[in-house]
Nanobody, 116 residues
Framework: QVQLVESGGGLVRPGGSLTLSCEAS?????????MDWYRQAPAKARELVAS???????NYKDSVKGRFTISRDNDKKTVFLQMNSLKPEDTAVYYC?????????WGQGIQVTVAS
């Protein structure tokens, strides 16, 4: 059973920073997984925020380019999302997602709230 566990969320003021972490089960070949961060705001559809492939290629949603950075540490089986210059519209539940051999894996989600 693959488990993805997010951490690092919370309440931050506009302009502030947070770093989300997603640690995967110790038993998996994490380096073979394509990893993403999604988010879902209230009454909105879940959307892809940032991706990092097993080849370390990254992609970002236009509205977070230049503010968010996705990275991974294969030895620690962890993917990170560094979020800077946060805006109220970044408020959402953030989900870690992994893809391997055509199978999707999801974390439980973690709340990020940007408010003064």
């Amino acid at each position: 059973q693959v488990q993805l566990v997010e951490s690092g969320g919370g309440l931050v003021r506009p302009g502030g920073s947070l770093t989300l972490s997603c640690e995967a089960s110790k038993s998996i070949m994490f380096r073979l997984y394509d990893m993403d961060w999604y988010r879902q705001a209230p009454a909105k559809a879940r959307e892809l925020v940032a991706s990092i492939s097993r080849f370390d290629m990254t992609n970002y949603k236009d509205s977070v380019k230049g503010r968010f950075t996705i990275s991974r540490d294969n030895d620690k089986k962890t993917v990170f999302l560094q979020m800077n210059s946060l805006k109220p519209e970044d408020t959402a539940v953030y989900y870690c997602h992994g893809l391997y051999a055509g199978t999707d894996y999801w974390g439980q989600g973690i709340q990020v709230t940007v408010a003064s």
